[in-house]
């Protein structure tokens, strides 16, 4: 059975940092590209960050571009987000969700519970 | 940027109904749109993928059809279960962008 657990979300103040992970079981991880996905208080969903299975290959929304950093550790299979600079409007419950193919991520075939971070002083 | 926009943004509907969604997308994306169901406090599951491919384990009753720009999903026959926030998303190309989400809600 595929799981993805989140973990790391919290309450940041504005300009702080966290590192959200995400700890896969239940496939191989690094044949799977995996993905960030976010869902503002009572909105819609935004992608976030993606990344090939090898980690050679990452890709961000431009309103994180340079701010935030995708990772994995296939040796571990987690994935990890890296969120510098926050503000309010990053404050999201964050899910990962693994893609369908190695190279990219085109969606989420089996997503996390999601972890919540909040931004604010 | 590719934007997706759905209609309508919520719709009242009774059990046994059928229900149909719609996702138009900016530009032409072929058949790259999966569509998801959320329930409030859930995370998303995928429905279909590929405009058109049922995902594994979800019911029949959950149909996808369109190319280009206009894509349809269709619930044949509306169960309990199926009151929802159903969104699209296209995976043409970055930035991978979602619809509005259309609420599906009990008449």
């Known amino acids: 059975e595929v799981q993805l657990l989140e973990s790391g979300g919290g309450l940041v103040q504005p300009g702080g940092s966290l590192r959200l992970s995400c700890a896969a079981s239940g496939f191989t991880f690094n044949n799977y590209a995996m993905g960030w996905v976010r869902q503002a208080p009572g909105k819609g969903l935004e992608w976030v960050s993606s990344?090939?299975?090898?980690?050679?290959?990452?890709y961000y929304t431009d309103s994180v571009r340079g701010r935030f950093t995708i990772s994995r550790d296939n040796s571990k299979n987690t994935l990890y987000l890296q969120m510098n600079s926050l503000s309010p409007e990053d404050t999201a419950v964050y899910y990962c969700?693994?893609?369908?193919?190695?190279?990219?991520?085109?969606?989420?075939?089996?997503w996390g519970q999601g972890t919540l971070v909040t931004v604010s002083s | 940027d590719i934007q997706m926009t759905q209609s309508p943004s919520s719709l009242s509907a009774s059990v046994g109904d059928r229900v149909t969604i719609t996702c138009r997308a900016s530009?032409?994306?072929?058949?790259?749109l999966n569509w998801y169901q959320q329930k409030p406090g859930k995370a998303p599951k995928v429905l279909i993928f590929?405009?058109?491919s049922l995902q594994g384990g979800v019911p029949s009753r959950f149909s996808g059809s369109g190319s280009g720009t206009d894509f349809t999903l269709t619930i044949s026959s509306l169960q309990p279960e199926d009151f929802a926030t159903y969104y699209c998303?296209?995976?043409?190309?970055?930035?991978?962008?979602f619809g509005g989400g259309t609420r599906v809600e009990a008449k």
């Open positions: 590929a405009a058109s």
């Open positions: 530009q032409s994306i072929r058949s790259s």
């Open positions: 998303q296209q995976c043409h190309s970055a930035p991978l962008t």
């Open positions: 969700a693994r893609g369908r193919t190695t190279a990219t991520w085109q969606g989420g075939d089996n």
């Open positions: 990344i090939s299975g090898s980690g050679d290959n990452t």
